[in-house]
Every structure is written in structure tokens, then in C-alpha cells.
């Protein structure tokens, strides 16, 4: 399964990025790998988290 990330979860991704950047990169790695990683389980269990509307699309929620 190809993981499509929407626009509004883009610019989500994009903006964490920008916050922790300047302000902790080692915190950011493991931010980024802990989110990516988790979105990443749909591409290897496709019934992972949430069905939404429309069809074909799943929610993730990222624990803090």
C-alpha cells in the first residue's frame, strides 16, 4: 500500500518540522521518526487505524 499523506497532514509534518528545528534537531529526529514510523504501519497493515470518509483513507493517531 502507497501512503498519500493529505495536504492539511503535510503541512502538519511541516510544521513540527519548523518548530523543533531550531530549537532541538535531536528532538526532531525522534519526533519525526516516532510520527512516520507510526503512519508507516498502514503501508504493512492496511486495516491499521481509523477508516474515515472517503473510503480509502485511514487515521492514524500519534501518541504524544
Known sequence: MKIVYTPKAQADLDGIVDYYKPL??????KIYAEVTGDIALIAQFPRAGRQQK?????KVVVRK
Do not use: F, Q
Open 24 to 29: 532541538n534537531p535531536y528532538a526532531l529526529a
Open 54 to 58: 472517503p473510503k480509502k483513507v485511514r
